[in-house]
C-alpha cells in the first residue's frame, strides 16, 4: 500500500465536500491553503432526495471533487494481537476472522480496509457499499468527477501523527454525532461513535469513556483537541465542562483551520 | 506511525506532478547507481589492465631471463667441450698422484739408521708402485735390523754385497697408499 502509495501518488482534488451529519461543508483549495470555504445546511448526501442536494450541486465546479465523510456512518475497530504477522494474506485471514467473531452482519455488504498502526495493533474500517455507490451514482449524474472519498477521522488521525506530543484523545463533534479516539504516543488504541445529546450529556459521555480507557488501556487521558463541526455550540462550553474532569484542551493548533481535509494546511 | 492512505472513490487520479518527480528520482536514484557502477567497473578494469600490464612486462623479463639462461648453458657446453679433455686429463693426473712423496720419503728416514745412506731411490708415480732403494750401511746388523722393519711391507731382497768399506744391499718394498 506505502509502495504504492509512493511510486503512483493519488492527486489531491482541489474542491473538497466534507458531509457531515445534518450539513454540508466546501472548500475550495489553493496551494495547500483553503481559499473559499461555504456550508451548506441541511444536505445530506446519504439522503439527497429530503435534502438539499440540489441547492451545493449547482454551486459545484465541473472540476475534480472529494468527499470527506463524517465517522457516523464508518465503523471502527482497533484490533490488538500478541505479534502480527508479516505476510499480508495471514494478516488479512486474521483481521477477517477477528472482524466475524465481533461483526454480525453480513461483512461482504461492507467495503472493509484495515491498517497495521504497529507491530500489535491493526485499525479495521468499515463503511456499507451501497452508501458509496449512492454517493458515486449522485456526483456522475452531477458530471461531476469525483476522486476522493475519504474519512474526517482518519485524516485527523494522520494529521496528529505528524504532531511532536499528540493530545492524548480527540473528540470530533457533529450535528449529531461524536466520535471519541484515544491514543498513545499517536497511535490509536481505542475509538468510540455515540449519539450527541445535550453538552453536558456529551461532556459526561467524554469523562465516562476517559474512565474506562484509564482502566482498560493501561493510560491517563489528560490532554485532548475537539474538531467540532456544529455551527451553533461552541468548543469552548464544552472545554470548560471538561476542564472540570482535569482534561485540558489543547486545540488552538486547530483554529480557523480543517485537520479533515487532506492537503490543506 | 504510517501514514494511513484512505481513498473509496472508485476513480482516481494520479498526481502527475509528483509521480513525475518520484519517476525521476528513482531515475535519478538509477543512473547514480549506474554510474557509480559504470565507475567502480572502470576502475576495476583498469586496475585489471595494469595487473596484466605487470604481468606480461615480468613475463617477458622472465623470458628474457630463460633466453640468457639458455645462451650461458649453451657457452657452457661449448666450454666444457673445449675443456672436458683438458679436465680429463688433469682428473687423471689428480687421480695418479693421489700419494704423498714425502709421506715415503719421511718413512724412510725413520726406517734406517743414522749410519746409512741411500745410494739410488726409485719410486714410480703410482701408488701401488713399488719403491727400490739401493743402500749402504757400515755394518751388517744395520741392514738386518732394516730388514726387520721392512718386512710388512713386502720387502723383497734384489741383493746383498760385501765390500771392504761397507755392506751394499739393493731392496724393493711396497707402501700402501697412506690416504686409504
Redesign the interface.
Known amino acids: 500500500?506505502?509502495l504504492k502509495?509512493?511510486?503512483?501518488?493519488?492527486?489531491?482534488p482541489r474542491q473538497m465536500i466534507y458531509a457531515g451529519d445534518r450539513h454540508c461543508e466546501l472548500f475550495m483549495l489553493a496551494n495547500k491553503r483553503i481559499v473559499q470555504r461555504k456550508r451548506f445546511a441541511g444536505v445530506t448526501l446519504a439522503e439527497p432526495d429530503a435534502g438539499r442536494w440540489a441547492d451545493m450541486a449547482v454551486q459545484l465546479q465541473p472540476l475534480?471533487t472529494?468527499i470527506i465523510l463524517n465517522s457516523e456512518p464508518f465503523i471502527y475497530n482497533v484490533f490488538e494481537f500478541d505479534r502480527l504477522p508479516l505476510s499480508g494474506k495471514l494478516l488479512q485471514e486474521l483481521v477477517a476472522w477477528k472482524l466475524q467473531k465481533i461483526f454480525p452482519e453480513n461483512i461482504e455488504a461492507y467495503?472493509h480496509?484495515f491498517?497495521?498502526?504497529?507491530k500489535q495493533r491493526i485499525?479495521s474500517?468499515l463503511?456499507k457499499k451501497t452508501l458509496?455507490e449512492q454517493i458515486?451514482t449522485l456526483f456522475r449524474e452531477k458530471h461531476i468527477?469525483?476522486?476522493?472519498?475519504?474519512?474526517s477521522t482518519?485524516e485527523i488521525?494522520?494529521r496528529l501523527?505528524k504532531w511532536k506530543r499528540p493530545p492524548d484523545f480527540f473528540v470530533e463533534m457533529d450535528d449529531a454525532s461524536c466520535c471519541l479516539v484515544f491514543s498513545n504516543k499517536?497511535?490509536p488504541i481505542y475509538i468510540r461513535k455515540f449519539k450527541i445529546g445535550s453538552r453536558l450529556d456529551v461532556a459526561a459521555e467524554i469523562s465516562k469513556t476517559v474512565q474506562f480507557v484509564k482502566s482498560n488501556y493501561g493510560c491517563d487521558p489528560r490532554n485532548y483537541c475537539i474538531i467540532n463541526h456544529q455551527e451553533e455550540n461552541s468548543a469552548d462550553d464544552m472545554a470548560a465542562d471538561l476542564a472540570r474532569e482535569n482534561l485540558s484542551c489543547q486545540s488552538a493548533a486547530f483554529e480557523r483551520t480543517a485537520p479533515y481535509i487532506p492537503g490543506s494546511q | 506511525m504510517r501514514k494511513i492512505y484512505y481513498n473509496l472513490a472508485g476513480t482516481r487520479k494520479i498526481d502527475a506532478r509528483a509521480f513525475a518527480l518520484t519517476v525521476s528520482v528513482i531515475l535519478l536514484a538509477m543512473v547514480l547507481f549506474n554510474g557509480i557502477t559504470i565507475l567502480n567497473l572502470a576502475s576495476q578494469q583498469r586496475q585489471s589492465r595494469n595487473e596484466k600490464n605487470e604481468i606480461r612486462f615480468s613475463a617477458q623479463k622472465l623470458e628474457e631471463l630463460e633466453q640468457k639462461t639458455l645462451q650461458y648453458q649453451k657457452e657452457i657446453s661449448v666450454l666444457k667441450k673445449k675443456w672436458n679433455p683438458k679436465l680429463t686429463f688433469a682428473n687423471s693426473l689428480i687421480e695418479r698422484k693421489c700419494f704423498s712423496f714425502i709421506f715415503r720419503l719421511n718413512f724412510l728416514e725413520k726406517v734406517l739408521s743414522g749410519s746409512m745412506r741411500i745410494r739410488q731411490l726409485n719410486m714410480v708415480n703410482h701408488p701401488p708402485g713399488r719403491i727400490q732403494i739401493d743402500v749402504h750401511a757400515l755394518a751388517q746388523n744395520e741392514l738386518l735390523e732394516l730388514y726387520k722393519k721392512l718386512l710388512p711391507y713386502d720387502l723383497v731382497i734384489g741383493s746383498e754385497n760385501q765390500t771392504t768399506e761397507n755392506y751394499r744391499a739393493s731392496l724393493s718394498f711396497k707402501i700402501n697408499d697412506e690416504k686409504k
Not at chain 1, 468527477?145 to 475519504?150: K, M, R, S, T, W
Request: aromatic fraction near 6%.
Open positions: 500500500m506505502d502509495n509512493l511510486l503512483l501518488p493519488e492527486r489531491l475534480d472529494g467495503d480496509q491498517f497495521r498502526l504497529n485499525l474500517i463503511i458509496l458515486e468527477p469525483l476522486i476522493y472519498v475519504g474519512n482518519l488521525i494522520n501523527a499517536g497511535i
